[in-house]
């Protein structure tokens, strides 16, 4: 029996999208994904662009659906934003990463505000990433007179989100030490 291509299967075209399908799909999504409301809006247009819309539906209430969810507590932009900031400083990222990262999740302006990072858990956050990444006192070796292995550590941070000023603090530290004295300076000062 030969084997089938990909291009080869035929696939079963969706059904168009009513109301109650339309309403099946968001709690799917919901079930599976921590989101906000603007992705879940987004994720709805896009099936109902994929699948279109049941003649006899008429025109879906996206924007209603979406309220719905949130009313229902569902979607909670807040909740979603201190958890995604949360994650992300974990992961070693800045607070110019975090924001864009919650700019594209369609979090307002606002809530951004409120869980960006402090001075601390932002210097926190360069700590773990030039830890996880060997840059610094984290490197194999101190050697400091490789000034590309310096400006391609501190490009690497800065595309991380983290200020230059940061970055250099981290990449030009003498010791783990010193670093470690230099993120709790933050924690005591309370910027």
């Known amino acids: 029996m030969p084997k089938q291509t990909i291009m080869s299967r035929n696939r079963r075209k969706s059904a168009p999208l009513d109301p109650a399908r339309l309403e099946e799909l968001a709690l799917s999504y919901l079930a599976r994904f921590a989101t906000s409301s603007a992705k879940l809006e987004a994720y709805l247009q896009r099936k109902i662009r994929e699948r279109g819309v049941d003649e006899g ?7 209603g659906l979406v309220q719905r969810m949130v009313d229902l507590r569902y979607v909670d932009d807040e909740a979603y934003a201190k958890t995604r900031s949360a994650g992300l400083l974990r992961k070693g990222y800045g607070a110019r990463r975090v924001d864009q990262a919650l700019r594209f999740a369609g979090i307002g302006e606002q809530t951004r505000d409120e869980v960006a990072p402090d001075e601390h858990a932002s210097r926190n ?55 470690e004295c230099w993120v709790e300076e933050a924690r005591e000062c309370n910027f």
């Open 125 to 179: 956050a360069a700590f773990m990433l030039a830890r996880k990444r060997g840059f610094g006192p984290f490197g194999e070796s101190l050697d400091r007179s490789d000034p590309k292995k310096r400006e391609k550590q501190i490009a690497a941070m800065i595309r991380a989100g983290h200020g230059f000023d940061v970055a250099r603090s981290i990449i030009d530290a003498t010791s783990i030490e010193e670093l």
């Open 57 to 63: 539906a008429g025109q879906l209430d996206v924007a």
